[in-house]
């Protein structure tokens, strides 16, 4: 594996010497490889994987753009992970300014379930609650917990400053906790 | 999971949540559009790797930062001015050393055939009239178009995206049936661009343009397009899309794409946008012991450009969406915006609404070529950052700001920018402000009865008598006490009496969605 991405990345960078349609080819080889595993974290971060294959589209119409940019071909997900990341926080940023406040989101289906200790209550509970987070904190929230990313990471990955990525965090799992709260309140209840 | 704290339950469910939401694999429509984005989309030519070009940069940057340089020494103790105390002043000034992204260098001729200064401009920079043939400018212009009866072309002005640099996909519509390739707008921009930031923010409600192969100098900004509605191609669209095919904007030509009066650099208009939209306005409120929801405002639903005197540049808007800011003018260069702010008076020749309650100190904050006047230590600083950044660099953090105080009086504000997005066609920003859901039908009436012109009366505490019941509940549940305001607009220009005159009320919300305020239209 190690072994085939150096031979990427030394056909990438001889081929960026060479004209535009080398570095299509490059563009396209690099994309394709790491599609899945981006469409994916657009999905965790927007919770609709309609709107997620929209916002990977894009993403990989800006990287294209931006091609020149891209130093280190090594970092070529990371530096994706940027740009798409930043599509995702425009579009729930627009989400937000264009939706109806009353107009219920769809891509919330709580299927899948595997662990028999877990209502569905809960999961509803704490899908909805991610739905309430800001973009920002959803961001947060999500390289977190699915992509396994510690705050530094986070940080290196977003652009943030570590402290902001911390208070983001926080406050995010704080709205996470009270939701659970309240359907562990009400699950006590009955 | 017995074993479980309560943190670590909550940390599972989210990790199950994400993974059952993640157990897909992209379409192999979405692989075929990734593959087919190099052959589709140009690399733009300020990315290539031509080391000539670079050095060609480096020079003017060296410059640039030299002159920089020479300025920051000279306003060494003056970095923040407040306009209400003084007349001519300094600003605050970026010690950010990267050029932006330079405007494009290639001359382009201005409507007339005289000189840039001689146009004739609609306030903001567009020219009124192109080889003496009538330019019209944003909603006008889709009015127009849809009051067409054939194919017949005219032009249309404002600031618009070609598409290649907006968030805009085959999915931004679902017509349910499939139409001709002219129509597929793709990411086509959308009609209504009469102010810069409506380019990138207005939904598709006003409908959408479709390119045909046209394009702008780096996919955004001021133009003058020449187009036509009722294709005769429409003819070839299904009964459901039919209508939705005549009425788009189809481009035959673009015929002007900005001049000397609007050219600006290193931050050119479309660009100083894009960094104060980074902005994030943000609170966490509490709901419910130590719970808290985070909520954000959305500020600038509408550049509204000014027509404010020389030395005013010509690219001159009236921020709105929070009163902490006042106005944002890009200036065609950096001498420019510093020769100008010891000649011009920056306290009162380029008034903003004296009207609105603002939370602090006036000041000017120049990064560059741009000048914002903004409210409030907190606001200049944040400002600054912003503008100082790449717009649209990856990764960029995002400048923080609360809320105003919930003391603040914002009742006058808010109805201000609801009636300012609806007379710029931006009915969907409009339409957040529940109870006041102006339909696109009922602008368009107004638009026809010139109604859409306002002046707002002075503020009113209502008596419960004045408010109808429906009303009366929503407030009792919503409103924070003592915030209620009433308002009578009227639009002295209408032709229609019925039109006329309008009522309002505004209040602050307990719990804040989106906006901290809400503005209600009573029924005439």
Same mark, same amino acid.
């Given at each position: 594996?190690?072994?085939?991405?150096?031979?990427?990345?030394?056909?990438?960078?001889?081929?960026?010497?060479?004209?535009?349609?080398?570095?299509?080819?490059?563009?396209?080889?690099?994309?394709?490889?790491?599609?899945?595993?981006?469409?994916?974290?657009?999905?965790?971060?927007?919770?609709?994987?309609?709107?997620?294959?929209?916002?990977?589209?894009?993403?990989?119409?800006?990287?294209?753009?931006?091609?020149?940019?891209?130093?280190?071909?090594?970092?070529?997900?990371?530096?994706?992970?940027?740009?798409?990341?930043?599509?995702?926080?425009?579009?729930?940023?627009?989400?937000?300014?264009?939706?109806?406040?009353?107009?219920?989101?769809?891509?919330?289906?709580?299927?899948?379930?595997?662990?028999?200790?877990?209502?569905?209550?809960?999961?509803?509970?704490?899908?909805?609650?991610?739905?309430?987070?800001?973009?920002?904190?959803?961001?947060?929230?999500?390289?977190?917990?699915?992509?396994?990313?510690?705050?530094?990471?986070?940080?290196?990955?977003?652009?943030?400053?570590?402290?902001?990525?911390?208070?983001?965090?926080?406050? &995010?799992?704080?709205?996470?906790?009270?939701?659970?709260?309240?359907?562990?309140?009400?699950?006590?209840?009955? | 999971?017995?074993?479980?704290?309560?943190?670590?339950?909550?940390?599972?469910?989210?990790?199950?949540?994400?993974?059952?939401?993640?157990?897909?694999?992209?379409?192999?429509?979405?692989?075929?559009?990734?593959?087919?984005?190099?052959?589709?989309?140009?690399?733009?030519?300020?990315?290539?790797?031509?080391?000539?070009?670079?050095?060609?940069?480096?020079?003017?940057?060296?410059?640039?930062? &030299?002159?920089?340089?020479?300025?920051?020494?000279?306003?060494?103790?003056?970095?923040?001015?407040?306009?209400?105390?003084?007349?001519?002043?300094?600003?605050?000034? =970026?010690?950010?050393?990267?050029?932006?992204?330079?405007?494009?260098?290639?001359?382009?001729?201005?409507?007339?055939?005289?000189?840039?200064?001689?146009?004739?401009?609609?306030?903001?920079?567009?020219?009124?009239?192109?080889?003496?043939?009538?330019?019209?400018?944003?909603?006008?212009?889709?009015?127009?178009?849809?009051?067409?009866?054939?194919?017949?072309?005219?032009?249309?002005?404002?600031?618009?995206?070609?598409?290649?640099?907006?968030?805009?996909?085959?999915?931004?519509?679902?017509?349910?049936?499939?139409?001709?390739?002219?129509?597929?707008?793709?990411?086509?921009?959308?009609?209504?661009?009469?102010?810069?930031?409506?380019?990138?923010?207005?939904?598709?409600?006003?409908?959408?343009?479709?390119?045909?192969?046209?394009?702008?100098?780096?996919?955004?900004?001021?133009?003058?397009?020449?187009?036509?509605?009722?294709?005769?191609?429409?003819?070839?669209?299904?009964?459901?899309?039919?209508?939705?095919?005549?009425?788009?904007?189809?481009?035959?030509?673009?015929?002007?794409?900005?001049?000397?009066?609007?050219?600006?650099?290193?931050?050119?208009?479309?660009?100083?946008?894009?960094?104060?939209?980074?902005?994030?306005?943000?609170?966490?409120?509490?709901?419910?012991?130590?719970?808290?929801?985070?909520?954000?405002?959305?500020?600038?639903?509408?550049?509204?450009?000014?027509?404010?005197?020389?030395?005013?540049?010509?690219?001159?808007?009236?921020?709105?969406?929070?009163?902490?800011?006042?106005?944002?003018?890009?200036?065609?260069?950096?001498?420019?915006?510093?020769?100008?702010?010891?000649?011009?008076?920056?306290?009162?020749?380029?008034?903003?609404?004296?009207?609105?309650?603002?939370?602090?100190?006036?000041?000017?904050?120049?990064?560059?070529?741009?000048?914002?006047?903004?409210?409030?230590?907190?606001?200049?600083?944040?400002?600054?950052?912003?503008?100082?950044?790449?717009?649209?660099?990856?990764?960029?953090?995002?400048?923080?700001?609360?809320?105003?105080?919930?003391?603040?009086?914002?009742?006058?504000?808010?109805?201000?920018?609801?009636?300012?997005?609806?007379?710029?066609?931006?009915?969907?920003?409009? =339409?957040?402000?529940?109870?006041? =859901? =102006?339909?696109?039908?009922?602008?368009?009436?107004?638009?026809?009865?010139?109604?859409?012109?306002?002046?707002?009366?002075?503020?009113?505490?209502?008596?419960?008598?004045?408010?109808?019941?429906?009303?009366?509940?929503?407030?009792?549940?919503?409103?924070?006490?003592?915030?209620?305001?009433?308002?009578?607009?009227?639009?002295?220009?209408?032709?229609?009496?019925?039109?006329?005159?309008?009522?309002?009320?505004?209040?602050?919300?307990?719990?804040?969605?989106?906006?901290?305020?809400?503005?209600?239209?009573?029924?005439?």
């Amino acid at each position: 594996m190690i072994q085939g991405t150096r031979q990427l990345e030394g056909f990438v960078r001889m081929n960026q010497e060479r004209g535009s349609a080398a570095r299509a080819d490059a563009f396209g080889r690099l994309t394709s490889a790491r599609l899945a595993s981006l469409y994916r974290l657009a999905a965790a971060i927007l919770g609709d994987p309609v709107e997620a294959e929209d916002v990977t589209h894009d993403a990989a119409v800006r990287a294209w753009q931006r091609w020149d940019s891209l130093r280190d071909v090594g970092r070529f997900e990371a530096w994706f992970q940027r740009i798409l990341i930043n599509e995702c926080r425009d579009r729930l940023r627009q989400r937000h300014k264009v939706v109806d406040v009353a107009q219920p989101r769809t891509g919330l289906a709580v299927s899948g379930l595997s662990d028999p200790g877990t209502s569905v209550a809960e999961r509803l509970a704490i899908a909805e609650a991610l739905e309430m987070l800001t973009p920002e904190q959803r961001i947060v929230i999500v390289l977190h917990f699915y992509l396994d990313l510690d705050a530094e990471e986070i940080a290196a990955r977003t652009g943030l400053r570590l402290g902001t990525v911390k208070s983001r965090f926080h406050y &995010a799992l704080q709205a996470l906790r009270a939701a659970a709260d309240a359907v562990a309140r009400a699950e006590g209840a009955t | 999971m017995s074993g479980e704290t309560n943190d670590e339950r909550l940390r599972n469910v989210a990790r199950q949540h994400l993974a059952s939401m993640t157990d897909i694999e992209p379409s192999a429509e979405l692989r075929a559009r990734i593959e087919a984005i190099p052959s589709t989309h140009p690399m733009p030519d300020h990315g290539g790797r031509d080391d000539s070009r670079r050095l060609r940069f480096v020079v003017p940057a060296i410059a640039g930062i &030299a002159v920089a340089i020479a300025i920051c020494a000279l306003l060494v103790g003056a970095l923040v001015v407040r306009p209400s105390v003084v007349g001519p002043s300094v600003s605050r000034t =970026s010690t950010a050393s990267a050029l932006g992204p330079s405007a494009s260098p290639t001359p382009v001729p201005s409507p007339s055939g005289g000189s840039a200064q001689s146009v004739d401009r609609y306030p903001g920079g567009i020219p009124k009239t192109y080889g003496g043939e009538r330019v019209y400018l944003g909603f006008g212009a889709f009015i127009h178009g849809q009051q067409m009866a054939d194919a017949t072309p005219f032009l249309a002005g404002g600031w618009f995206g070609d598409g290649s640099r907006e968030v805009c996909t085959g999915g931004a519509i679902q017509l349910g049936s499939p139409i001709p390739a002219t129509f597929q707008h793709g990411c086509g921009s959308v009609i209504g661009a009469d102010s810069p930031w409506a380019a990138y923010s207005l939904p598709a409600s006003l409908g959408w343009i479709a390119w045909d192969g046209h394009s702008l100098p780096g996919g955004r900004g001021p133009a003058v397009i020449r187009v036509h509605t009722h294709d005769p191609r429409s003819a070839e669209c299904s009964a459901a899309t039919v209508s939705y095919c005549r009425e788009m904007f189809i481009v035959d030509e673009v015929v002007w794409t900005g001049d000397s009066a609007t050219e600006a650099s290193p931050i050119g208009v479309t660009e100083a946008v894009a960094r104060l939209d980074r902005l994030n306005i943000e609170e966490s409120l509490p709901i419910g012991g130590t719970a808290t929801l985070a909520v954000q405002r959305h500020i600038f639903p509408t550049f509204r450009p000014q027509t404010c005197a020389a030395p005013w540049p010509v690219a001159t808007f009236d921020l709105q969406g929070d009163p902490r800011f006042g106005l944002l003018a890009v200036f065609p260069t950096q001498t420019a915006r510093v020769e100008a702010e010891g000649t011009i008076a920056l306290d009162g020749s380029c008034p903003v609404d004296s009207r609105i309650v603002r939370p602090g100190a006036a000041k000017w904050v120049g990064v560059q070529n741009v000048l914002v006047l903004a409210y409030g230590d907190d606001t200049a600083d944040a400002v600054e950052a912003v503008m100082a950044s790449q717009g649209d660099a990856v990764g960029v953090d995002t400048p923080q700001l609360d809320f105003p105080p919930s003391s603040l009086d914002e009742s006058y504000a808010f109805l201000t920018y609801y009636l300012a997005a609806r007379a710029a066609g931006n009915i969907d920003t409009a =339409s957040r402000y529940a109870g006041s =859901s =102006s339909s696109l039908d009922e602008v368009e009436g107004r638009y026809a009865a010139n109604a859409l012109t306002y002046v707002i009366g002075p503020a009113t505490v209502p008596e419960q008598s004045q408010l109808p019941f429906s009303v009366l509940g929503s407030l009792q549940s919503e409103a924070l006490p003592g915030t209620l305001r009433m308002f009578e607009v009227t639009h002295p220009d209408s032709t229609d009496t019925a039109l006329r005159d309008e009522t309002f009320i505004c209040y602050e919300l307990k719990n804040p969605q989106i906006d901290s305020w809400i503005v209600v239209r009573l029924a005439p």
